[in-house]
């Protein structure tokens, strides 16, 4: 403990959506470690679930005129109610995130992801933070509540670029057209986009659409066609008898309504804004036909993340294979891995060979058609688009995709990257990078350098 007692505002964050359960238990231990510190607490030691909650414990908190703010990011959220806290308040700022263990079932917190999406919306405003990932009754926490908040500048790194390779593939994504269906949701800096930004800088054009569309056109899908998917389905897809018959139905018909925008359009990539909506006003899931899309080189970002869409039509088109759009959800430091994961929209060449793709329902929404599987083994390149910063950038890293169980229930995989798990953390993090990176199998790293090059990018190297 520090010789100078603080007085600390304390606002958990969590969302119902989530396992609530394990969630108070987390934050029961985290509120214990801030006793522990002998600093005076205000603010709110129970969860706060929504925003007229959480206004009203920083109405208490302003009243005590804190030293320092603690968010306790306990499950995740997006990142509105922590800008607006940021704003609200110019005392220092800390985040603290909880890891969860990798046990094969739902991620029950996905706390690092609302970390994720807190440090790139506060670092486009410019707002410094320290912060902390670590479970409850670990050491550190004195560090996060006296340090003064730093960050880590995105720096280029050395890269020898082929102009000729290139300019070849930017010439190859010009013209290339991403249909948007729907708005990203709220919070979701990492998914904003300029369309004339972007276009400027891939030739790439972007199309909006409103989910109605989506739906409409899935409604319409005749029933052949829905069966006939299905039949063809089964064939490397186990468990689908065991999913609800008519959610399932939906949820394949979207896969036409998308095959039908793209034959109208053109279009060679999608961004979806996969939830709520798609469940609460339609009844099904999206993520099965996103990997079937995947699987058939028309990728799908969701969230309605343009630059994610953009960037996988960038490695499609270096490594010449399927690409998947992965959130990092965990670091470990002691095993030195990261776990990448998405509910259930992996390419499905993308399984372990030796474990049979199965059918399953989204963990927080409860609706089919998901994929579930663990990632192959093998090499693999993460790249992203970045406006880190409101800087644009090329972030690519490396890593060897281990054979492990299933740490997540979806589509996930643990990696060793290139760099210590540790030090990726700290570069992720205090670099404000966004939450959507694509990954490919195999060593792209050259041919992305020469894209950057060619496209006039800096290149960061995770």
């Not at 080189?297 to 759009?325: I, K, N």
Request: charged share 20%; aromatic share 6%.
């Amino acid at each position: 403990m520090s010789g100078e007692s603080l007085t600390i505002g304390v606002l958990p964050l969590g969302r119902p959506t989530f396992d609530v359960a394990f969630a108070e238990e987390m934050l029961a231990g985290m509120m214990a470690d801030l006793r522990a510190t002998g600093h005076r607490l205000v603010g709110s030691a129970h969860l706060l679930m929504d925003a007229a909650s959480t206004e009203a414990a920083m109405a208490d908190i302003k009243a005590e005129n804190p030293d320092r703010i603690v968010v306790l990011q306990v499950t995740f959220t997006d990142a509105a109610m922590t800008c607006r806290i940021a704003d609200a308040f110019e005392q220092p700022l800390a985040i603290w995130a909880v890891p969860e263990p990798r046990l094969g079932g739902r991620l029950r917190l996905n706390a690092f992801c609302g970390l994720n999406l807190a440090s790139h919306a506060l670092g486009l405003r410019g707002r410094l933070f320290s912060w902390r990932y670590a479970p409850p009754h670990t050491s550190g926490i004195e560090a996060m509540l006296t340090d003064t908040p730093m960050v880590t500048p995105l720096i280029a790194g050395d890269s020898v670029a082929d102009p000729a390779q290139g300019a070849a593939l930017l010439a190859q994504l010009a013209g290339k057209s991403i249909a948007r269906i729907g708005v990203h949701p709220d919070g979701f800096d990492t998914c904003a986009y300029d369309s004339e930004r972007l276009a400027k800088l891939t030739g790439m054009r972007v199309t909006g659409f409103e989910l109605p569309e989506l739906f409409s056109r899935a409604r319409a899908a005749p029933e052949a066609a829905a069966s006939g998917l299905r039949a063809t389905l089964s064939e490397n897809l186990s468990g689908l008898d065991h999913v609800d018959q008519a959610e399932l139905d939906r949820s394949l018909r979207l896969k036409l309504a998308l095959d039908g925008m793209k034959a109208d359009g053109g279009f060679d990539a999608f961004a979806i804004r996969c939830w709520p909506e798609t469940f609460t006003e339609y009844g099904g899931a999206v993520c099965g036909p996103a990997s079937m899309m995947g699987e058939g080189r028309v990728p799908c970002a969701c969230e309605a993340d343009v630059y994610g869409a953009a960037t996988q039509l960038l490695l499609q088109a270096a490594s010449d294979q399927p690409v998947f759009l992965v959130d990092l959800v965990d670091m470990d430091a002691s095993d030195d891995t990261g776990v990448i994961w998405h509910c259930g929209q992996a390419p499905i060449s993308m399984a372990d060979p030796d474990v049979v793709a199965r059918a399953t329902i989204h963990t927080n929404r409860k609706m089919p058609l998901l994929f579930e599987f663990p990632l192959k083994p093998g090499p693999v390149t993460f790249v992203r688009l970045s406006q880190a910063r409101g800087q644009q950038c090329l972030v690519i890293a490396r890593g060897k995709m281990l054979k492990r169980e299933m740490a997540f229930t979806g589509t996930s995989g643990v990696v060793k990257f290139e760099r210590p798990a540790g030090e990726m953390l700290t570069r992720v993090i205090d670099s404000g990078l966004e939450h959507h990176m694509a990954l490919a199998y195999g060593d792209h790293v050259a041919v992305l350098e020469s894209f950057a090059a060619a496209a006039g990018l800096p290149v960061i190297h995770l």
